[in-house]
C-alpha cells in the first residue's frame, strides 16, 4: 500500500467511525408528519418510539425494549404484551387477520418464555363489513386460541363512519405466566453464541403482498402463522443454554440480527446460504427487489444459544413439522460492536443494515 | 434457482478472481466505472470488491435514475398530485427522494395519493378504474425503461383513456458518459457498459467512447459473475493494448439493440434541448419529452407546473459522486448528515444509489471486513 493509499484508509476509517457514533446518537424525529415508513418495524418505528412514547411514558419494563414487559405480580412473574393488526386483504392462503391476531400476541409471550394464558380482543369496524366475514375471522380466532391453548377473557368493539377505516382491524393484548427462575433477554446474549432460525424465511409477507393481487404473480405459496408456543416449550426444555428468543415479524430476520447486536453490544457475523428461504419465496424476491432477509415472518423466530447447547436446540426443533429447516444461520462475535456482517452467496462479505423504509406496508 | 445461481457461485468467482490478478500489470492500479446503478447495487450486495485486488477501483457512474433527478422535479410532480382529483403513480424508489418541500412520502402524509406502481401500465389500468380522477404517472429512467413508458402512451392513445398523463423525466445514457469523458476529472481506466440500457440502444452507439476517448467499455450482466467476466475482458483489452466496444451480456444485449423499442421511443418522445440533472448541471440533448404528436397526454402541457429550479443543498456533493470523482464516504455530510432514513441527496436515496448502496452495504473498508471475518 502507498504512502497516499494509506492516507485515504485512514480518512476512511475516521469518517466510518463517525457514522458510527452518529448512528448510536439518539435518534431525532425529523417529521412533522407520521409516515408509513413509522409503522415498518425498522428504524424510522425505533426513532418513533425513542422520540415521542419514551421519554414520557418510560418506565424500567418499557425501556427493556423487548416485544414484552415482564415483571412481578404477588410474586408470580407475568409477561404482558400488545399488538395491533391492520393487515390487507384480511383473508390470505394460509390464514386470516384472526389468526394473526391470535397467534401474534401468543408469540410475543412464548419469546419472553411464558406460558401464553389470556388474551383480550378489541375491533375497530367499519360500518357496512359484512358480518360474514367479521364471522369467519372470529371463527379464525377461536381457533387459533383453542390450538395455542388460551382463552380470549375480555373484549371491545367500535364502529366508525364507512371511509374512516379499511374494513376491520384488531388488537389483542395477552398475558402469559412464567414458571421457573428462568429469564430471557437480549442483554443475556454474549459472543460466540449460536444464532438459529427456526424455519424458512419470508412465506408470510410474500404471501400476503401476492394476495393483494397488485403484481400479476402466482405461487404456491401460504402464510406461516402458527402459535410458537409448543415448539419454544420443548426448545427451552431441551436446551438450557437458550439466552434470547424473539419473534422475526415485520423488519425480518435482519432487523432482529440488528436489533440484538446493538443490545448486547456485540458483532454478529451471518451466512446468508444458511438462511432457509423457500424457492418460491426466493423468486417472487427476486423480481421484486427485496431481500428476503426483511421480509416479514408469522411463524418464525430467531434464538441466540450457548454453543454448547446447538445440537439439543436443533434437536428440539427439527422434532416439530413447522421447526423442520431449522438451521444455525450465524453468530455472535466481539468485534464489530453493534454491526451485522454478511457472508453472501456469492462469496463476498458485506453490512447487514436494519431496515429502512417500508416494502410491504401493511403486512400483519 | 434457475438462471440466477449459476451466476453467483463462489468457485467460479474464485477462478475469475485469479484471471483478474493475473492480468494486473505490477505496479499499476486500474479504476474502471461501473455507469449503472443496477451494478452499483450487485456489487455491493454480494460484496463483489472481495474478489477484486487492491489495485482494480470500481468507480460508481451516473446511472441511476433516481439520482439525476433534479430537485426541482420533484417538486413538480408534488404540485401536480397536490391538484384536486389527481393520483400521482411512481416507481417505488421516487417515494422517498428529497424535493425542496419533503418527498412524496411526505406529500402522502399532507393528503396526497401518491401511489407506487411496479410498470406504467398498472398506472393506467388506474386511470381506467378511476375515470372521475386524472391520473399521472411520474416516468423516471434511461432507455431502459423509456420504451415500457413508450408502449403505455400507445396503449392510452389507441383506448382514448383521457384522464392519463405522463410527466416525462426520461434520460438518455450517452450525454451523461460524454460529460464524464469531456470532465477535467476524469481518470478512468474503462468502463462496465449499463446492460439494460443496452438491450434497447445496443452496442454499437459506445463506439466513440472507444475510437475518440480511447477507453475500453464492456457491456456488462448484472449477476456478479457477469461484472468479474467484464473486468476481465477490460484488462485483457488493457493488457493487450486495444479500446474496443465488447459485449459480455450476449445472452440479452443484441448487438444493434432493440429496433422495436427504439421505434416505439421515437415516436412517442422527443429529445428536449436540454434537461437538468441532479448534481450534473444542465446537460444538452440528454433527456426525452412526450412527442407533440401525443399532446393530449403530457402532464406538462396539461398541469401547469412551478418549473422553479431548486439548488441542490450546499453540503451536498452527489455531483462529484455521480462523476466518480469522489468516493461516497468522501462527502462531508455522507452518514452523518445524510443517510437513508434521512437523504439530503439522491444517492442516498434509490438502493441503485452508490451512497445508499456503500452505507447499506459496504459500511466498512474491505481490508478490515477480511481482518474481522478472519479473526
Given at each position: 500500500?502507498?504512502?497516499?493509499?494509506?492516507?485515504?484508509?485512514?480518512?476512511?476509517?475516521?469518517?466510518?467511525?463517525?457514522?458510527?457514533?452518529?448512528?448510536?446518537?439518539?435518534?431525532?424525529?425529523?417529521?412533522?408528519?407520521?409516515?408509513?415508513?413509522?409503522?415498518?418495524?425498522?428504524?424510522?418505528?425505533?426513532?418513533?418510539?425513542?422520540?415521542?412514547?419514551?421519554?414520557?411514558?418510560?418506565?424500567?419494563?418499557?425501556?427493556?425494549?423487548?416485544?414484552?414487559?415482564?415483571?412481578?405480580?404477588?410474586?408470580?412473574?407475568?409477561?404482558?404484551t400488545t399488538d395491533t393488526f391492520v393487515v390487507s386483504p384480511l383473508f390470505f392462503p394460509g390464514g386470516s387477520i384472526g389468526d394473526l391476531a391470535i397467534n401474534g400476541t401468543v408469540n410475543d409471550l412464548a419469546m419472553s418464555g411464558a406460558r401464553p394464558l389470556y388474551l383480550s380482543a378489541g375491533f375497530v369496524l367499519e360500518e357496512g363489513f359484512p358480518i360474514a366475514d367479521l364471522r369467519r375471522i372470529v371463527a379464525d380466532?377461536?381457533?387459533?386460541?383453542?390450538?395455542?391453548?388460551?382463552?380470549?377473557?375480555?373484549?371491545?368493539?367500535?364502529?366508525v363512519q364507512r371511509g374512516k377505516a379499511d374494513g376491520c382491524y384488531v388488537n389483542t393484548a395477552g398475558v402469559g405466566l412464567l414458571e421457573g427462575e428462568r429469564r430471557l433477554g437480549a442483554d443475556r446474549i454474549r459472543p460466540g453464541d449460536a444464532l438459529i432460525v427456526s424455519g424458512g424465511v419470508?412465506?408470510?409477507?410474500?404471501?400476503?403482498?401476492?394476495?393483494?393481487?397488485?403484481?400479476?404473480?402466482?405461487?404456491?405459496?401460504?402464510?406461516?402463522?402458527?402459535?410458537?408456543?409448543?415448539?419454544?416449550?420443548?426448545?427451552?426444555?431441551?436446551?438450557?443454554?437458550?439466552?434470547?428468543?424473539?419473534?422475526?415479524?415485520?423488519?425480518?430476520?435482519?432487523?432482529?440480527?440488528?436489533?440484538?447486536?446493538?443490545?448486547?453490544?456485540?458483532g454478529i457475523v451471518a451466512d446468508e446460504d444458511a438462511v432457509p428461504v423457500r424457492a418460491e419465496v426466493r423468486g417472487a424476491c427476486e423480481i421484486l427487489g427485496i431481500d428476503p432477509l426483511y421480509v416479514a415472518c408469522e411463524g418464525r423466530f430467531l434464538a441466540a444459544v450457548d454453543p454448547a447447547d446447538v445440537d439439543a436446540a436443533l434437536a428440539a426443533l427439527h422434532r416439530h413439522p413447522d421447526g423442520r429447516d431449522a438451521a444455525v444461520i450465524g453468530h455472535t462475535k466481539e468485534e464489530p460492536p453493534g454491526l451485522v456482517l454478511l457472508r453472501t452467496g456469492f462469496g463476498g462479505t458485506r453490512v447487514l443494515d436494519m431496515l429502512i423504509g417500508d416494502p410491504l406496508p401493511r403486512i400483519c | 434457482m434457475r438462471f440466477v445461481d449459476e451466476y453467483r457461485d463462489a468457485e467460479t468467482a474464485q477462478v475469475a478472481s485469479a484471471q483478474i490478478t493475473a492480468l494486473c500489470e505490477p505496479g499499476r492500479s486500474y479504476r474502471f466505472m461501473e455507469v449503472c446503478g443496477g451494478h452499483t447495487h450487485t456489487i455491493y450486495k454480494h460484496g463483489l470488491e472481495d474478489y477484486l485486488p487492491e489495485s482494480v477501483q470500481l468507480v460508481h457512474g451516473p446511472g441511476c435514475p433516481v439520482c439525476v433527478i433534479p430537485m426541482g422535479r420533484v417538486d413538480d410532480a408534488i404540485a401536480i398530485a397536490e391538484q384536486p382529483g389527481v393520483i400521482l403513480t411512481c416507481f417505488g424508489d421516487m417515494m422517498r427522494?428529497?424535493?425542496g418541500n419533503g418527498s412524496f412520502f411526505d406529500a402522502t402524509a399532507r393528503g396526497a395519493d401518491i401511489r407506487m406502481v411496479y410498470s406504467p401500465l398498472d398506472a393506467l389500468k388506474i386511470a381506467k378504474a378511476n375515470p372521475?380522477?386524472?391520473?399521472?404517472?411520474?416516468?423516471?429512467?434511461?432507455?431502459?425503461?423509456?420504451?415500457?413508458?413508450?408502449?403505455?402512451?400507445?396503449?392510452?392513445?389507441?383506448?382514448?383513456?383521457?384522464?392519463?398523463?405522463?410527466?416525462?423525466?426520461?434520460?438518455?445514457?450517452?450525454?451523461?458518459?460524454?460529460?464524464?469523458?469531456?470532465?477535467?476529472?476524469?481518470?478512468?481506466?474503462?468502463?462496465?457498459?449499463?446492460?439494460?440500457?443496452?438491450?434497447?440502444?445496443?452496442?454499437?452507439?459506445?463506439?466513440?467512447?472507444?475510437?475518440?476517448?480511447?477507453?475500453?467499455?464492456?457491456?456488462?450482466?448484472?449477476?456478479?459473475?457477469?461484472l468479474l467476466a467484464s473486468v476481465v475482458m477490460l484488462l485483457t483489452q488493457l493488457?493487450?493494448?486495444?479500446?474496443?466496444?465488447?459485449?459480455?451480456?450476449?445472452?440479452?444485449?443484441?448487438?444493434?439493440?432493440?429496433?422495436?423499442?427504439?421505434?416505439?421511443?421515437?415516436?412517442?418522445?422527443?429529445?428536449?434541448?436540454?434537461?437538468?440533472?441532479?448534481?450534473?448541471?444542465?446537460?444538452?440533448?440528454?433527456?426525452?419529452?412526450?412527442?407533440?404528436?401525443?399532446?393530449?397526454?403530457?402532464?406538462?402541457?396539461?398541469?401547469?407546473?412551478?418549473?422553479?429550479?431548486?439548488?441542490?443543498?450546499?453540503?451536498c456533493q452527489c455531483g462529484e459522486v455521480l462523476k466518480g470523482v469522489i468516493n461516497p464516504w468522501e462527502c462531508k455530510v455522507f452518514g452523518t448528515a445524510c443517510t437513508p432514513e434521512t437523504?439530503?441527496?439522491?444517492?442516498?436515496?434509490?438502493?441503485?444509489?452508490?451512497?445508499?448502496?456503500?452505507?447499506?452495504?459496504?459500511?466498512?473498508?474491505?481490508?478490515?471486513?477480511?481482518?474481522?471475518?478472519?479473526?
Open positions: 500500500m502507498s504512502a497516499g493509499e494509506a492516507v485515504a484508509a485512514d480518512r476512511e476509517r475516521a469518517v466510518l467511525d463517525a457514522i458510527e457514533r452518529t448512528r448510536r446518537a439518539r435518534p431525532r424525529l425529523k417529521e412533522d408528519r407520521v409516515v408509513l415508513a413509522h409503522g415498518a418495524g425498522g428504524k424510522a418505528t425505533h426513532t418513533l418510539i425513542e422520540a415521542v412514547f419514551m421519554p414520557v411514558l418510560g418506565n424500567p419494563a418499557l425501556q427493556a425494549r423487548e416485544d414484552q414487559a415482564v415483571f412481578e405480580v404477588g410474586g408470580a412473574s407475568i409477561a404482558f380466532m377461536g381457533a387459533a386460541a383453542a390450538a395455542a391453548g388460551v382463552s380470549v377473557v375480555t373484549g371491545d368493539t367500535k364502529v419470508g412465506d408470510h409477507g410474500v404471501t400476503v403482498m401476492l394476495a393483494r393481487g397488485e403484481l400479476d404473480l402466482q405461487a404456491d405459496l401460504a402464510s406461516d402463522t402458527i402459535s410458537l408456543y409448543p415448539m419454544v416449550r420443548d426448545l427451552l426444555t431441551a436446551a438450557p443454554g437458550v439466552r434470547c428468543l424473539r419473534d422475526a415479524t415485520r423488519g425480518g430476520v435482519a432487523t432482529i440480527l440488528n436489533e440484538w447486536a446493538v443490545a448486547a453490544g456485540c | 427522494v428529497p424535493g372521475d380522477k386524472r391520473v399521472v404517472f411520474m416516468a423516471i429512467g434511461f432507455e431502459t425503461t423509456a420504451p415500457s413508458t413508450a408502449i403505455t402512451l400507445r396503449r392510452a392513445a389507441a383506448d382514448r383513456v383521457d384522464n392519463f398523463s405522463v410527466f416525462c423525466n426520461h434520460v438518455t445514457i450517452l450525454p451523461a458518459i460524454k460529460a464524464i469523458l469531456d470532465s477535467p476529472d476524469m481518470r478512468l481506466d474503462g468502463f462496465l457498459g449499463p446492460g439494460h440500457v443496452s438491450t434497447v440502444i445496443g452496442c454499437r452507439p459506445y463506439e466513440f467512447i472507444a475510437a475518440d476517448y480511447h477507453r475500453p467499455i464492456v457491456v456488462a450482466g448484472f449477476e456478479p459473475l457477469d493488457r493487450e493494448g486495444r479500446c474496443a466496444v465488447e459485449n459480455q451480456y450476449t445472452r440479452v444485449v443484441p448487438w444493434d439493440g432493440n429496433p422495436l423499442a427504439l421505434d416505439a421511443i421515437a415516436e412517442t418522445m422527443v429529445l428536449r434541448p436540454h434537461f437538468e440533472w441532479r448534481g450534473l448541471g444542465f446537460i444538452s440533448h440528454s433527456a426525452l419529452s412526450v412527442h407533440p404528436d401525443y399532446a393530449a397526454f403530457d402532464a406538462e402541457r396539461i398541469f401547469e407546473l412551478p418549473g422553479i429550479r431548486v439548488a441542490d443543498p450546499k453540503s437523504p439530503i441527496g439522491t444517492c442516498m436515496v434509490s438502493s441503485e444509489g452508490a451512497c445508499a448502496a456503500y452505507y447499506n452495504f459496504g459500511r466498512f473498508t474491505r481490508r478490515r471486513v477480511r481482518q474481522e471475518i478472519a479473526g
